[in-house]
């Protein structure tokens, strides 16, 4: 291919992308754009420089991330903004040559149909945990009366060992679609949060003795070691930090088969964090991007547990919950074979 052929195919492949995409100089001089992007803007020509580009959206700074992605030299990501009736993906990406930044390309791609899908799947699953949930307690209910009240009338270890079987799967169903009608409360801001100043090893110290058993059961030795450290009161809600140490300390147990689970706290500026490391299996380098996405779950996953018992939104609630109260929920660090690490911030109450 010749260069004059170059310079015909590059416009036309431009031109025939089916998402938005422009071409800037450093100095924020739009030099080219494809159809798609004045479609998708909703104007009769393309916008000539990037301040005339941030004119058109009102909910975000077109030129801030414009700089930003020059002075970091790095890609630059809005996953999701509300433009009109539509939703948008917008990436700036920039374009480096031998004396520095040359200039940028930006992107620009119309997601309103995924996220129209995402709501009907989201609607789908509220109405039928709804619908699960009813029976689901009526088998539970019916399975732990049977185990407390009439298991010594029960002969057969066998039979005893398939009515344990169905309380534990029945607590395990009602827990996923507990986790299905909460996710999107959570995402939809219509869960609040109730802060308060409080002892946060008590809380601690409360989950570790209910989990306990269940950890004994699994050969697995569960503790807080706190002995050397003073953690402060914290400022939050006491009832869903004690939910999202169940949470951390339940997905531990999922990818732990024996061992320990720890769980330690230390003070960092402003924020008690605190700590749970467990001896599992391990998360490899390409599954750890999937953690606290929704619905998402790792292939060892599989592994540990031989069918999947979550919902995949165990960490995702988790994360959604602790930065509604200021705080942030991480992976440490996890290695295959060896376990993983995971923390959360929560404000110190002053």
């Known amino acids: 291919m010749n260069p004059a052929d170059e310079k015909i195919t590059l416009p036309s492949s ?5 998402f938005g995409f422009m071409l800037a100089d450093a100095s924020g001089i739009i030099v080219l ?28 700074d077109a030129v801030c991330n ?17 433009f009109d009736k539509k939703f948008l993906r917008i990436l700036f990406v920039p374009i480096l040559g031998s004396s520095g930044i040359m200039g940028h390309a930006i992107t620009f791609e119309d997601i309103t149909e995924l ?3 995402e709501k009907r799947r989201d609607e789908f699953f509220i109405v039928a945990s709804h619908e699960l949930r009813t029976p689901l307690t009526a088998i539970r209910t019916s399975a732990e009366l049977m185990l407390t009240a009439y298991l010594d009338q029960i002969p057969n270890d066998d039979m005893k060992q398939l009515l344990t079987s169905i309380d534990t799967a029945s607590i395990r169903l009602i827990k996923i679609v507990n986790d299905y009608l909460e996710a999107p409360k959570l995402e939809q801001g219509k869960i609040q949060v109730k802060k308060e100043s409080f002892n946060i090893v008590e809380v601690i110290n ?11 059961k699994k050969n697995i030795k569960l503790a807080y070691d706190g002995q050397n450290v003073f953690l402060p009161n914290v400022f939050a809600d006491k009832g869903v930090t004690e939910q999202i140490i169940i949470n951390l300390i339940s997905n531990s147990m999922k990818f732990t088969s024996e061992g320990s689970i720890t769980l330690t706290g230390t003070v960092e500026q ?16 390409k599954d750890q991007p999937l953690l606290f996405k929704k619905f998402q779950q790792t292939d060892e996953s599989f592994i540990s547990r031989g069918i999947m018992q979550g919902s ?12 509604n109260m200021g705080g942030v929920v991480t992976l440490e660090k996890s290695e295959l074979g060896k376990g993983s690490v995971f923390a959360f911030t929560i404000p110190i109450a002053k």
């Open 33 to 60: 754009s494809n159809p798609a992007s004045v479609k998708i803007l909703e104007k009769e020509s393309a916008p000539q420089s990037v301040s005339e580009l941030a004119k058109i959206f009102v909910n975000f």
């Open 115 to 117: 996220k129209a899908i």
């Open 312 to 323: 995949g939104l165990g960490l995702y609630i988790s994360q959604l919950l602790i930065s």
């Open 270 to 285: 402003d924020f008690v964090k605190i700590i749970v490391s467990d001896t599992g299996i391990g998360i490899s380098e």
């Open 14 to 18: 431009i031109n025939s992308l089916p």
């Open 66 to 82: 414009y700089n930003e992605c020059i002075s970091s030299k790095t890609p630059f990501e809005i996953k999701e903004i509300a």
């Open 206 to 216: 409360k989950v570790v003795g209910d989990l306990k058993i269940i950890a004994e």
